[in-house]
C-alpha cells in the first residue's frame, strides 16, 4: 500500500478522493470549491438536488413492534404541538420535525392471510402492496420506494443506495406465521423477487465506504492495516497534510472533524473486533468481529456511518431497518429483560406497557443524536444535511398489542431543501403511507409517477 494519488491532482468535482493502493475517502462539501461546485451542479443534475445544486439525501428508518400510542402521539395537532413522553429526545430538532398522524398500511393487514403481521410490516412497508404468503423460495413482494429513487438516481454516487440493520438477517426458512423470513429480514426491495439484504457489519461498511477494489482486495488491504495496526488515515497522511494547505481555515476545521469522526469509527469498531477475540466461552452467543456487544453503541455506530455516507456524498438514498418486525431481543441496557415482542404484547398490564415505553424511548434516543449530528453538519450550499434531507422515522405496526397497521408512528424530518414546510404535527384522515412516499419521490426529481403501491394520490400539505 505504498502507491498513491495526490489530492492535487484530483479534479474538482463533489466527490473528491484521497487516495491509496486500496483505499479512498470521499471528502465532505468545502467551501473553497463550492461554488464552482453549485454553478455546475444545478443545471447538469435536475434530478436528486435541492434548489441550490446541494444533494437531496433520503433516508428510511424503521423500528420494530409499534409504539405505545398514549406516549407517542402530541396532544393537539399544529405548530405549537408538544412532544409527547417518547418523542421528548427530540426538543433539539423539532422545529425540524413533521409528526404525521392518520397514514396506514392496508397492504400489512392480514385479509383471507391469517397470522403473520410482523412479516407483512415489514414486507409492504416501502412498497405498498401485498406479498404472497409463502414460506418457500417463490416469495414475492414489490419494489420499495428507496429503490424507485434509486434507480433514478443511482449513478450520481459512488453507492446508488445503502441498506443497513442492526438485526439478524435470515433469507431463508419460516418466520412469522408461514411467511419467508426474507419478508421479515428485508426492508428495501429492487425488484418483486429481488431483497436487498442490508449490512450488519460496521467493520465490513466502514470498508465497503472507504476501501477500494473488489471484495478480496478489500479484505487483503484490511489484513496489511491490522497487522501493521495502523488506521486508513495513516496511509493518505501526506494528502491530508496538502489539501489542507489548500483550503480555507474553515475547511480546515471541517477535515479535522470529519478525519476524527472517521478515526473514532475505526476505533470503536477495533474495540468491537478485540473485545469478541478476548471472549473466553466459546459455548456463549456473541456478535461477529465488528458488532459491539452493546446494543446502544452497534445502533450509534451504524448512524455515524450512515452519517458519514450523506456527508461524502457516497450516496443519496438509505434504508436503516434498525430491527425487523417481530424482533424480540431484550434490552437489558436500560432495565428491560423481557423481549421487546413478547412486551408488546402487553395486554394492558401497566409494568409492560412502561418497558415497551423504554424500548420505544430508546430508539427515538438515537433518533434525536443522527438527526441533531445531521443539523450540525453544514452542506456544500452553507445549510446542514438535514435542511437538505428527507427522512422518515416509522413502522408499519402502530399498536403492537394489537397488530394494527392504521395511525401509523411516522416522523418525517428535514425540509428537503426547503420544499417540506416542518415543526409541526398533523393529523391525515386515514390515508396510505405510500402517498407520503409518492410526494418525496416528487422531490427527487424524474418522471412523476401516477401512483405507487397502494397509493391514493399525494400527500398534501407537508
Known amino acids: 500500500m505504498n502507491s498513491r494519488v495526490s489530492a492535487t491532482t484530483l479534479p474538482l468535482n463533489r466527490r473528491r478522493f484521497l487516495r491509496n ?3 479512498g475517502l470521499a471528502l465532505p462539501a468545502l467551501e473553497s470549491f463550492s461554488s464552482r461546485l453549485l454553478a455546475a451542479s444545478s443545471p447538469a443534475s435536475p434530478i436528486a438536488t435541492t434548489a441550490t445544486g446541494a444533494p437531496l439525501r433520503t433516508a428510511f428508518l424503521y423500528f420494530p413492534n409499534g409504539a405505545i400510542p398514549g406516549a407517542w402521539w402530541p396532544k393537539e395537532p399544529g405548530a405549537d404541538f408538544a412532544l409527547n413522553q417518547t418523542m421528548e429526545p427530540l426538543a433539539n430538532v423539532k422545529q425540524h420535525l413533521q409528526v404525521l398522524g392518520g397514514l396506514s398500511c392496508l397492504s400489512a393487514n392480514a385479509g383471507p392471510d391469517g397470522g403473520g403481521d410482523h412479516a407483512r410490516a415489514n414486507g409492504t412497508f416501502l412498497t405498498g402492496v401485498r406479498i404472497k404468503k409463502t414460506n418457500g423460495a417463490d416469495f414475492r413482494a414489490g419494489v420499495s420506494a428507496d429503490q424507485v429513487m434509486a434507480q433514478r438516481i443511482g449513478l450520481l454516487t459512488p453507492f446508488r443506495s445503502l441498506e443497513l440493520s442492526c438485526d439478524t438477517v435470515l433469507n431463508v426458512g419460516t418466520c412469522d406465521t408461514d411467511y419467508a423470513c426474507v419478508y421479515q429480514h428485508n426492508l428495501a426491495w429492487s425488484s418483486a423477487t429481488t431483497p436487498l439484504t442490508p449490512e450488519v457489519n460496521p467493520r465490513s461498511l466502514f470498508e465497503r465506504m472507504f476501501g477500494a477494489g473488489t471484495p478480496r482486495e478489500r479484505a487483503e488491504n484490511l489484513l496489511i492495516r491490522q497487522q501493521q495496526k495502523r488506521s486508513v488515515l495513516d496511509f493518505i497522511q501526506r494528502d491530508m497534510n496538502s489539501l489542507t494547505r489548500e483550503v480555507s481555515g474553515r475547511d480546515r476545521e471541517k477535515i479535522d472533524e470529519y478525519f476524527s469522526s472517521v478515526r473514532d469509527i475505526e476505533l470503536r469498531i477495533q474495540a468491537a473486533e478485540q473485545a469478541r477475540s478476548a471472549r473466553p466461552q466459546p459455548n456463549v452467543d456473541a456478535p461477529e ?5 452493546s446494543y446502544a453503541d452497534y445502533v450509534r455506530v451504524m448512524f455515524d456511518l450512515l452519517h458519514l455516507a450523506f456527508e461524502t456524498d457516497n ?6 431497518m434498525i430491527a425487523g418486525d417481530g424482533n424480540n431481543r431484550d434490552f437489558a441496557e436500560i432495565g428491560v429483560n423481557d423481549g421487546h415482542h413478547n412486551l408488546s404484547h402487553h395486554g394492558g398490564k401497566q409494568d409492560w406497557i412502561e418497558k415497551v415505553q423504554k424500548i420505544d424511548h430508546f430508539y427515538v434516543t438515537h433518533l434525536a443524536y443522527f438527526l441533531e449530528k445531521m443539523e450540525r453538519t453544514k452542506d456544500v450550499d452553507g445549510h446542514s444535511l438535514l435542511h437538505n434531507s ?3 422515522y416509522g413502522c408499519a405496526n402502530s399498536d403492537g398489542n394489537r397488530h394494527t397497521h392504521t395511525n401509523l408512528p411516522i416522523i ?8 417540506l414546510n416542518p415543526g409541526r404535527y398533523t393529523r391525515f384522515n386515514d390515508e396510505p403511507v405510500t402517498n407520503l412516499f409518492l410526494s418525496m419521490m416528487d422531490r427527487v426529481g424524474g418522471a412523476k409517477l401516477e401512483r405507487f403501491g397502494d397509493s391514493s394520490g399525494r400527500l398534501a400539505k407537508i
Do not use: H, K, M, N
Open 21 to 23: 493502493v486500496g483505499l
Open 289 to 293: 468481529a465488528g458488532i459491539p456487544a
Open 315 to 320: 450516496t443519496r438514498v438509505a434504508t436503516f
Open 390 to 392: 428527507q427522512i422518515v
Open 412 to 419: 418525517l424530518a428535514g425540509r428537503a431543501g426547503g420544499t
